[in-house]
């Protein structure tokens, strides 16, 4: 069964979306997926899109790690859990990127 957190980026969207996307963790980057913007413009995209809210506040976006147990799904599976995840808590209306890590002996997910 799934571990999942979630925590709110105040100031360091830049060095956690660096950390996410690590080609040494995602397969060289094969276990990347956006919706809604590009890796390369992410942070604009998504200041962007926080502009347009009616409350700034001061959150820059929320990260959510979701953990696997080792051998409870391959790499693919996880990264397709993640999408559907994504796309629930969304609910197709928000930026995202996803990546999928697979340098620990558990397969984890990051989504921003």
Do not use: W
């Amino acid at each position: 069964m799934a571990i999942s957190k979630i925590h709110p980026i105040r100031r360091t969207l830049n060095k956690a979306v660096d950390y996410i996307i690590n080609p040494e963790k995602t397969q060289n980057e094969l276990l990347i997926t956006t919706y809604g913007c590009s890796k390369e413009t992410l942070t604009e995209e998504f200041s962007f899109t926080r502009k347009q809210g009616s409350e700034i506040g001061n959150t820059l976006a929320q990260h959510v790690i979701q953990s696997f147990k080792p051998n409870e799904v391959d790499a693919y599976t996880s990264h397709k859990i993640g999408i559907e995840l994504a796309n629930r808590l969304t609910s197709n209306q928000h930026e995202y990127i996803i990546a999928t890590h697979i340098d620990k002996d558990h397969i984890h997910i990051h989504i921003i």
